[in-house]
């Protein structure tokens, strides 16, 4: 059996119930920190609070050479863990087809995530969301200023009146010469250096910054993207919404709960 468990948004209680005794029966523990990380945790205070070693994995070890996982899964109980949901990734995707191939029983028990926090926090409708994106360091895509798979995608749902969620570029043992260093420090894009990239071509757009989802001190804040460029949003992670038509909800959400600015909320 290998189950695939999320772990949450911030720290270590923030698995569900059934996500920690699905931790408890298992015999083997693996885990990956490279698609999302929790902020509020690390691999030691995991392993303290459900009394188990956990063997993290890096992309290498998921991606190219997921063996040890699977043999573990074929002769026993093991358990894949990631920060989020489970499955949000194509990666954790991929490793669950392959254990099927192999014929072995999958699970999948999933936790909140980034998308359902964004729309929570902010009062946006979650079904008022289109195509998300991420956004890129430069150094990262190798360009100067927007690449187009983040305009194409805020363009098209910007046209339909659709929500855009933003996912903010997280580089884990990576340094600025764009290769993978296990020493380098992790690296997370802030919500201020994301809107003054967005700016550069939407200035004066209305966004949302959400910092810190899941955690006990979460920050929401709306405002014109040239605006936002210019505060502190303290510790990652981080993430922005781009609203795009708006329910009268959803207005009074935007003005009530994170002092968006009246000029730049208009109910479609």
Known sequence: MLTFIGLGLYDERSITVEGRDAIADADDLFAEFYTSKLIGADVT??????GKEIDVRDRAGVEQDPEVILSAAESDHAVFLTAG???ISTTHVDLRLRAEERGIDTRVIHAPTAESAASGLTGLQNYRFGKATTLPFDYAHGADGLPASVTTVLDDNRQ???HTLVYLDIKVGWNP????DADAEDEYMTADVAA??????YEDVLAVVVARAGSPDPLVEADRLSELAERDFGDPLHLLVVPGD???????ALESLVGAPGDLLTVE
């Open 85 to 87: 949901d489970t499955m």
């Open 177 to 180: 010469s764009g290769k993978g």
């Open 196 to 201: 003054e990239m967005l700016a550069d071509g």
């Open 160 to 162: 339909r009146g659709l």
């Open 246 to 252: 708006l329910h009268h909800i959803e207005v009074d």
């Open 45 to 50: 205070d995991l392993e303290a609070f459900h």
